[in-house]
């Protein structure tokens, strides 16, 4: 990925439906702006560094798959919560089973609470310690590739009723951030390259610079169990350096926090229509994909650009096994049909987040009462294209 030319805008500033913004590479530790306090974003490296905050928590609320990893040592008795980490979890009634034990725990201000999981834990979490006391302090160390290089940067938690996912949402900021990178080596495959598709979405969103250090890390950061971790931390502050910028611009979500969407409006249609068996991270590449084909149909991006970053795209879904997806099985129409259960919708239209090229990003609102032979056909097209690259039984 080396041909698109930069252009007038230099590499490290970027544009958001019109809003300019810029970012630079920040080596963590740095800190990230948010009401009603910032918060630090740390990498950690050494085992015995995460073992020390699990050791010194008054409270740890953690991923039941990654507490016997390295181990969470001899807790006293209660001063754990374990999670089990599926959707069907993630309600309110875990929250509350969350806060019922730190009451018993008498958790205070001045107390210790530390949350250790992927993006599961950090919901439930950040809306348990939000809602106990009107705001609980915790600490939040991430542990999928997803909640690295992306979600523990935001502030953003959500979780699910029985008719709809993610629908009770608020912001919740947790005190300081630990990345533990060496836990991503036992990551699912799966999940890790859904985790990567989120860094090139942000890439994506920055610039052309950025696209071509995604690139360039991809082959040491592919595969989990033999990442490099020094190549992984650089992935990790490129992405969240670049997360930070938008944050730090509009936490709130008002205006160009909306460009976090790109792929998704596409992305969530896939990924209810497939009953959630393609992952968040895979249904958003996918996404992403079917907009730039889109932008290209109506003359919003270049065919070589399209050309170029369809490689990249290629690359990051490579060696994907999903022996249960059938492009056949998606159907544009019902894509679209979808379209009107998107939380950004208005009723009338949803807004479509579509990128001239990396780091020229544009809103564009797509009306239901209009002509869908386009979108359409540029739905299957994307489809198709994606169905070749994975790897089909
Ligand atoms: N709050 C936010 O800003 C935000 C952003 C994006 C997504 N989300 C939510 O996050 C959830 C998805 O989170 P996720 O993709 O981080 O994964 P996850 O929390 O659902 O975990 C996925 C799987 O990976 C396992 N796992 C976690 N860490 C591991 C490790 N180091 N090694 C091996 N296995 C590990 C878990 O046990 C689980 O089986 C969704 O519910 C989504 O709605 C939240």
């Not at 230099?10 to 702006?33: K, R």
């Not at 979808?338 to 780091?359: C, H, N, T, W």
Request: include cysteine; glycine fraction near 6%.
């Amino acid at each position: 990925m080396t041909t698109i030319a930069p252009t007038a805008f230099e590499a490290n500033t970027f544009t958001i439906n019109g809003s300019v913004l810029s970012w630079s590479q920040l080596e963590p530790p740095f800190s990230v702006s948010s009401f009603p306090h910032p918060y630090s974003v740390s990498i950690i490296e050494a085992i015995a560094d995460y073992q020390q905050i699990i050791a010194t928590a008054d409270f740890v609320i953690i991923d039941q798959n990654i507490a016997h990893i390295y181990g969470i040592g001899e807790r006293r008795a209660g001063t754990t919560f374990l999670v089990i980490p599926s959707e069907e979890n993630k309600t309110l009634d875990t929250v509350s089973a969350i806060i019922d034990q730190m009451i018993d725990l008498e958790i205070s201000k001045g107390s210790k609470v530390v949350a250790i999981g992927g993006g599961i834990v950090q919901d439930l979490s950040a809306c348990a310690c939000a809602l106990f006391r009107r705001g609980q302090p915790f600490t939040y160390m991430p542990t999928t590739t997803l909640g690295q290089l992306d979600s523990c940067v935001g502030a953003k938690c959500a979780v699910n009723t029985a008719k709809a996912k993610n629908i009770l949402g608020l912001f919740s900021a947790p005190s300081e951030v630990f990345i533990p990178i060496f836990l991503i080596k036992t990551m699912p495959l799966l999940d890790h390259r859904a985790g990567l598709a989120e860094m090139l979405r942000l890439c994506l969103t920055a610039s052309i610079s950025a696209v071509q250090i995604y690139s360039n890390l991809l082959p040491s950061i592919a595969q989990p169990s033999t990442l490099d971790l020094s190549a992984y931390a650089e992935a990790v502050s490129v992405s969240l350096s670049i997360k930070k910028s938008v944050v730090d611009f509009d936490e709130y979500e008002r205006d160009v926090r909306r460009s976090m969407n790109y792929g998704h409006t596409f992305g969530h249609a896939i990924e209810k229509l497939s009953n959630y068996q393609v992952p968040h991270g895979l249904g958003v590449l996918l996404g992403m994909h079917i907009a730039n084909v889109y932008s290209t149909a109506i003359g919003v991006m270049a065919p070589s650009c399209l050309a170029e970053l369809t490689i990249i795209f290629q690359k990051t879904a490579l060696e994907i096994r999903l022996p249960f997806f059938q492009a056949s099985d998606l159907v544009p129409e019902k894509i679209i049909s979808q379209f009107r259960y998107d939380k950004k919708g208005d009723g009338a239209s949803v807004p479509l987040i579509l990128i001239e090229r990396p780091g020229m990003m544009i809103f564009r609102q797509y009306l239901f009462s209009q002509s869908h032979e386009v979108l359409s056909q540029s739905i299957r097209l994307g489809i198709d294209e994606f169905s070749a690259w994975i790897n089909q039984p």
